[in-house]
């Protein structure tokens, strides 16, 4: 009795262990299968990578964005003044083309704690190519557990164009090609004097992507202030994005380009609005 046991433990044992062979082996055909589909993806992703590297320079160095251009003088051209329903007054203008269309829109906070935006733009009748002014964006970033707030949205707590990138770009141009994102000086797109405690950064981001199965190509200018921060121990960051939109037909950019320039140089909001603003919500127009 005690043989046949000893033998049926032993054939038991073997069973086990071979068993147990064939799982590590089954274990390490899976880990296997998983490393390769890992290294796999990395080869796609560095290759990705370099293809959109690649693409960027060529398209950096393309006829669409290689020329530098100055904004054309506007002093013959057309102004258009923004009428803010609710005070009566004028709160913007700009100039550009007599033949193009303009237009605009304040738009006032529904509670406390924000400022008064506004949005303007213009282009000619065939809408080939449009300078547009958004409404302010406004983040909140840095604070330990942050969220977005009533019109303000989180950001990533890193660099500027991190949040153009992640942030601006995703939500204004959505599926946009984005070749490239470059610090600049924010005296070229802005005609105002901007008071140094905003500490007040400029931006470019030039990107391409399809409208209705036209290649387009959009300058995005963004001027970043920085607000007023909160107290404790949460630290949140506050600040504002105010965007210029100078899109056209990518074919036709060149050629348009200094004159959107023009047209977001000349955007002025009036002192007296601005005033008028700031003792109704508590907040300045800031742009």
């Known amino acids: 009795m005690s043989q046949d046991w000893g033998s049926k433990l ?29 290294a796999e993806q990395q080869q796609m992703t560095e290759a990705q990578r370099q293809a959109d590297q690649q693409r960027r320079w060529e398209r950096a160095n393309s006829p669409t964005w290689v020329a530098p251009a100055q904004a054309v003088d506007t002093t013959e051209w057309a102004t258009y003044e923004l009428v803010d329903p609710r005070s009566r007054q004028v709160a913007v203008t700009f100039r550009h083309p007599a033949d193009w269309n303009a237009g605009g829109q304040v738009m006032w906070p529904a509670g406390p704690g924000l400022p008064v935006k506004y949005a303007i733009g213009t282009s000619p009748a065939d809408a080939s ?76 981001a030039w990107l391409e992507y399809d409208r209705n199965g036209i290649p387009w190509a959009d300058e995005l200018v963004v001027l970043r202030y920085q607000l007023p921060s909160t107290n404790g121990l949460m630290q949140e960051l506050r600040f504002g994005a ?46």
């Open 10 to 38: 032993s054939r038991f044992g073997n069973d086990l262990a071979a068993g147990l062979k064939d799982t590590g082996k089954l274990l390490k055909s899976d880990i296997d299968k998983a490393r390769g589909a890992i």
């Open 129 to 204: 190519c449009v300078a547009e002014r958004f409404p302010r964006s406004d983040f909140i970033s840095g604070g330990l557990l942050t969220t977005a707030e009533p019109g303000r949205d989180t950001a990533s707590g890193g660099l500027m164009q991190d949040v153009i990138a992640q942030s601006i770009v995703p939500r204004l141009r959505p599926g946009a090609f984005v070749v490239s994102i470059d610090a600049v000086d924010p005296a070229l797109y802005l005609s105002q004097r901007m008071d140094p405690r905003l500490m007040g950064q400029g931006f470019t």
């Open 242 to 287: 105010a965007i210029w939109s100078l899109n056209a037909n990518r074919d036709l950019l060149p050629s348009v380009r200094s004159t959107l320039r023009g047209v977001a140089l000349s955007a002025a909001s009036r002192p007296e609005w601005d005033m008028y603003a700031a003792q109704q919500t508590g907040w300045p127009v800031l742009v």
